[in-house]
């Protein structure tokens, strides 16, 4: 597995259904979102506005993606259903054929820039790893079938190894979305 | 990572948290459960009479495991909390450093024996295998620090790969219990 061919794969309107689950709360939380995910192309100004905040600038590799959703939850703190939507870049630059960085316009925990590292393992399962200021996250992504994937989730707390919470989705690809679907690399 | 670390770092009392989507129907499950799994030596009767049955009776290197849990889950057919608990005996036979297969006295998904394959990915995750008479499932379990370890399960028909259910746990370790186990290898 490479990143070219991962975030190809990735690319289309795909239904998700998320658990998560809070430990020392023993706390479980439902999230159904709708996600786009969309190839782009590397000289998109917002692209080149990323790229050019960071040591990156310059680079050749980059391969950028454009990422929206909306989610419902079942919880919150008034106890009723949440909804919440949003959009982020996602700008991978490989640095060998299995590894490399990826930089966020958004954190997936914390609403700030990131640069994670990727890695595949010898399964092609997509592992990427973020240190945010109050957190460190771990995520992997695995495709089930051509039509679904799995993506896991571990928060940690940045000062131990503490886990505050995991998080799992199930995500079914919406196929009349995905024949429309254009690559741009 | 080989079979004897990840049994070893399996054992003991847990307490999880586990998730189930059933992606047809887009309904969610909650599962609480005390799982406990404990090395027991390669000579005990029910271990014996496992192997018996197949064409593994002479394997030196077999590596037993026995797992009890106590579940109560907030689905059924009425609506209401159902409690289920079981035993079995899990039976590892390494047949590379990183692969081999798992006998079972009970099967994950279908009550009946089972055979599965065992894989490690490159970073460790224990990948699972098996092959129902109706259905077809993969499992992963990977450690996100020495007391937290995740397990996430895909249940396939066996006909086609179309995909009926996955789901998530996380689990995490008592602390007291695991200060009394002993290694039986």
Known sequence: MNIERFLT???GEWQSMRSGHSLAFKQFEEIISRISIKLIGKNDPEVLHILNCTSYSSHENALPIKMNWYSSSDWNENESYKNTSGE???IAIPTEKDKGMMLRSL???EPQKAISSYKFLSDGTFTLRTQYTGS???E???FASE???CRSSIIKT???SGIMQTSFASEIRSINIKSKQETHF
């Open 88 to 90: 982020c870049i996602l």
């Open 136 to 138: 460190y996250v771990e």
């Open 140 to 142: 992997r992504i695995w």
């Open 147 to 149: 039509n679904v994937r």
């Open 107 to 109: 954190g997936y925990l």
């Open 9 to 11: 794969q990735s690319e």
């Open 158 to 160: 940045s000062e131990s």
